[in-house]
């Protein structure tokens, strides 16, 4: 495959599940203390306004809607400064960071965000700015949207010549989960994890630059990790969040490994997650299993995962063959090519409805796509990193195969989408 990874799949006309970003519901980073402003057409506004309004976040974000005559005189960039002016006159509390949202429109206007960033830092001195693409014609790119967006996140973190005994999760979309063992163990051994979604202040947040070590939970955050060496001087891991018990032991080990210290005995956290397997292959009886990346990421190594468990993986949904796996990808296809690995977002999907009979899909998309009977519709609104993870998807697993889905009523929580 080498390098050209995202050309695994035919390119083809696409197929956009209408409910499909119901999956991110309540799954978005936010910086603390800050404020979005959605600059481009009022048509692309839309979906996000109703997005904001359903997260109750409505106070967060502002539009700032431009016009033909804008852009076709060239001022869409002027407005902009005067447009903040305004904002700022109308918000209760002053924000400590801006956040720009541009959409696929600018791409096309060519924006110098360089001046522009500089010319609002001039006048806004006391506010840092920073820009993010909303630009779905990018998606292909080496460098996508949301990796950059995770890098211009981090970027106003103030460089900190103190180093603490923390360490930073860079990628998780939602908060660690309070369920999790991997919180116990590192505040066992004197250490603390931070995460962005767990900040309340722009202070506490900014503290995150005084970490001793980042660890990058998931491919898209390689990018930020990386900037972040390079300009607040925070070595990174690459620890992604696996549902492979191997994988999850030396992912410990090198954490542990980094902050040199002996690592705590983990056996019984394991120990216990092998038996909530083996309950849980039992209780499956040999259903079929169809993974999309709607739910868990990463599903290509998902499907090995639960393969060697002894689950009967069938199918796995994916668009974007990630550079993380690529491994389990040539082995499922050397060793496993009755697991058929097709692209999600083809038209010809929608063909494969019930194909595959009674299934069990791991993600709404590839549920609603064949509409299955049993669908782990989606993971409770936290990150179970480690050990419990395993156990919190074996849970969803049992409780998807004794529930038929309802989508009916998936789909009226999602109208508005």
Aim: glycine share 4%; net charge negative; hydrophobic share 40%.
């Amino acid at each position: 495959m080498g390098s050209d990874l995202e050309k695994y799949f035919e390119e083809s006309l696409q197929y956009y599940n209408p409910s499909a970003s119901l999956v991110e519901e309540k799954a978005k980073t936010l910086i603390p203390e800050s404020h979005e402003l959605h600059v481009g057409p009022s048509a692309c506004a839309r979906r996000l306004s109703i997005g904001a309004y359903r997260r109750h976040d409505e106070d967060h974000i502002t539009n700032l809607y431009i016009t033909e005559e804008d852009i076709v005189s060239g001022s869409y960039e002027d407005i902009i400064p005067d447009a903040i002016e305004e904002l700022l006159e109308l918000l209760e509390k002053r924000p400590r960071v801006i956040i720009l949202y541009v959409t696929c429109i600018d791409d096309l206007l060519g924006t110098d965000h360089e001046a522009l960033l500089m010319l609002l830092k001039q006048r806004f001195s006391n506010i840092k700015f920073i820009t993010c693409h909303i630009d779905p014609i990018a998606i292909d790119r080496s460098i996508k949207p949301g990796m950059k967006m995770q890098e211009q996140f981090y970027s106003v973190l103030d460089k900190s010549d103190c180093r603490e005994k923390s360490i930073n999760l860079i990628g998780n979309k939602l908060q660690l989960s309070n369920k999790s063992e991997f919180r116990n163990i590192i505040n066992s051994v004197g250490w603390e994890l931070k995460e962005m979604n767990s900040c309340k202040t722009f202070d506490e947040f900014n503290d995150m630059g005084k970490s001793s070590l980042n660890l990058v939970v998931a491919p898209f955050a390689k990018l930020a990790a990386e900037s972040m060496k390079r300009d607040l001087d925070i070595p990174f891991l690459m620890t992604f969040s696996s549902y492979d018990l191997d994988t999850i032991e030396e992912n410990y080990k090198k954490i542990f490994k980094a902050i040199e210290i002996e690592m705590p005995v983990l056996s019984d956290y394991r120990n216990r997650t092998v038996k909530k397997i083996k309950q849980t292959v039992e209780h499956l009886k040999n259903m079929p299993l169809v993974i999309d990346s709607s739910v868990i990421g990463r599903s290509i190594p998902l499907a090995r995962a639960l393969d060697k468990y002894g689950f009967n993986v069938k199918l796995v949904f994916d668009g974007t063959i990630l550079f993380s796996d690529v491994e389990d990808l040539e082995w499922l296809k050397e060793n496993r090519p009755d697991i058929k690995i097709a692209d999600g977002r083809n038209f010809n999907m929608m063909n494969m409805k019930n194909s595959l009979g009674d299934c069990l899909c791991i993600g709404f998309s590839s549920g609603y796509t064949l509409e299955a009977k049993h669908v782990v519709e989606r993971l409770p609104s936290c990150f179970a990193f480690g050990y419990y993870g395993v156990e919190l998807l074996m849970d969803r697993m049992i409780q998807a195969y004794d529930t038929v889905a309802d989508y009916e009523k998936i789909q009226e929580q999602s109208e508005a989408w």
